[in-house]
């Protein structure tokens, strides 16, 4: 009988690799993107651990080389939607039986699996199947998502800990029960490391889930799906439908069993989830959990008092690391005026310094977005600003798709703080930029949290104290994850839990406990030793 009772110690986290001309590690990486590059693979649907294919079948393609077909995918149908809930059901009570810190060793294997066996691979398929550069695939596609699988563990074991206080005649304690039901994750194209937590937070605390992954990162989805099931991941307890979002959301928005959804994505598809859970509640065994982050319209703001040169590297990172197709990406920018001279010529000259092109090539900086539609939806701002008097095009506006679907970085600078490229978002490497005047510092934090409908990131430039203080109260529910003196974006797991509230989701803190704590129902137990064996009590003397 093992009575142990388990700690799992705070993990550090996992260590970037540089990938410097000459290291072991690229030259490792570049045969992984040779093989990867040379190979058209097959990748099936997993229900309960088994392969199955359906004959209706797409491509996945390379972004900056759309011609290039790495995978032909199967897609799930309603049939087999209903097969993945029936396995997540039966998989159930086996799975949440079963001790935490074996459910925790199977997280940590995995862990391990990518940070060894597997890095080269899911940082490659990463960077050719997401059109990621290699510092922002080993970054997130690596490092976040072993972080993600250690740390959940540990906070894990600090959420079973908690307890509440017994007096001498009685035991209490609380039992962290997972959802009644599966829970329903869906995961976005642009980080490998969501696409891992949204699935694995959720296993941890004792659920299973039906995962719908995003069509566009599906080569580095089945990456991670297959070092799940090496970990030692039961049969049953995360099933793989690829597959039309619509196709799949028909069956399991309306089926008893839904315990819960976790979903990044677009806000349209979240509000949609969320309306269809609304209508179906009579037919749900308990009100599902919705955990969401949808997205942003990311800001910095600038005091006068800021360093011209830290706010133009900012911005230029802030904005135009993997293409702006992040929910934290900066896109809006509000600069004083006395500094927009100085600050003008850095943003101008790092601009022009950019390079664009294929991920393999390690000078690029930037790569392809996405797809086609995405393309589309880019330059259709684009073309909104080169027609406005409002705006003009500061650098870049221009895009190609003949070969990859590629858009320059680009930085309109516009008269009007409404502007629609400074109010919707665009998922693109696009940023808007508004000078104000130097006395109006106040009445323009008011306008950055008046703008948008989002409130995910942001960050103030300053090295004035009360200017910070400031920006931190007047800008209290812009950002979920508040910046000083950083751009917008690079939260780490351990470090800086993420998420934002407003239009940008329901603020879980992925990369905290809390975000794990919303995939267990609390049952409190408590023990009598000595029951009553009268009714009366002494006043009634």
Request: proline share 5%; charged share 25%.
């Amino acid at each position: 009988m093992n009575n142990a009772i388990y700690s799992i110690h705070r993990p550090e986290n996992e260590p970037m690799m540089g990938y410097a001309r000459g290291s072991r590690e690229r030259d490792e990486l570049e045969k992984e993107l040779k093989r990867i590059s040379s190979e058209t693979i097959e990748i099936p649907l997993l229900i309960n651990g088994k392969p199955v294919k359906t004959g209706r079948t797409g491509k996945v393609v390379m972004p900056h080389d759309h011609r290039h077909v790495l995978a032909t995918y199967h897609m799930a149908g309603e049939k087999e939607t209903a097969d993945a809930i029936d396995a997540a059901m039966k998989a159930k009570e086996a799975w949440l039986t079963l001790s935490w810190i074996e459910r925790a060793s199977i997280m940590l294997k995995a862990a391990e699996l990518l940070s060894k066996k597997y890095r080269y691979t899911i940082v490659a398929a990463t960077m050719l199947g997401q059109s990621k550069t290699v510092h922002q695939a080993e970054v997130e596609a690596a490092c976040e998502t072993i972080d993600f699988l250690r740390f959940n563990s540990w906070f894990a074991g600090q959420i079973y800990q908690e307890q509440p206080r017994s007096a001498s005649d009685q035991l209490n304690r609380v039992e962290y029960r997972p959802l009644e039901g599966f829970v329903y994750t869906i995961t976005p194209f642009n980080f490998t490391a969501i696409a891992s937590n949204l699935n694995m937070a959720v296993a941890l605390m004792g659920n299973t889930t039906v995962w719908k992954p995003a069509t566009t990162s599906l080569f580095s989805s089945w990456i991670l799906m297959k070092v799940f099931m090496e970990a030692g991941l039961p049969e049953g307890v995360v099933n793989f439908l690829p597959g039309q979002g619509s196709v799949i959301s028909s069956v399991v928005m309306k089926h008893p069993d839904l315990g819960g959804i976790h979903f990044t994505g677009s806000n349209s598809t979240f509000n949609a989830l969320w309306k269809t859970a609304a209508t179906n509640l009579d037919k749900y065994k308990s009100y599902p959990r919705i955990v969401g982050e949808t997205g942003g319209k990311d800001y910095i703001m600038i005091h006068n008092s800021a360093n011209p040169q830290e706010v133009a590297t900012a911005i230029i990172r802030g904005s135009f690391e993997y293409q702006g197709q992040k929910c934290s990406a900066s896109s809006r920018v509000y600069i004083p005026r006395s500094l927009w001279p100085e600050i003008s010529v850095h943003v101008k000259r790092q601009a022009e310094e950019i390079k664009m092109g294929d991920p393999a090539d390690f000078r690029n900086f930037m790569n392809a977005v996405i797809d086609e539609k995405s393309f589309d939806n880019i330059m259709h701002y684009i073309d909104e600003a080169v027609k406005s008097p409002e705006c003009e095009i500061f650098h870049g506006g221009k895009g190609d798709k003949s070969k990859g679907y590629f858009v320059e970085p680009t930085i309109i600078l516009t008269k009007d703080p409404h502007f629609i490229t400074m109010k919707e978002e665009i998922f693109g490497p696009v940023v808007t930029l508004y000078i104000y005047e130097d006395d109006r510092y106040e009445e323009t934090l008011r306008l950055v949290n008046e703008t948008s409908p989002y409130g995910l990131t942001g960050s103030i430039f300053s090295t004035d104290r009360p200017a910070m203080v400031k920006a931190c109260q007047v800008l209290r529910y812009a950002a979920g994850n508040f910046y000083i003196n950083d751009k917008p974006t690079g939260a780490m797991v351990g470090l800086q839990p993420f998420g934002g509230a407003r239009a940008s989701g329901t603020n879980d803190k992925a990369g905290g406990r809390l975000n794990l704590i919303r995939w267990v129902s609390p049952r409190t137990i408590k023990e009598t030793f000595l029951p009553a064996t009268d009714f009366r009590y002494p006043y009634m003397d």
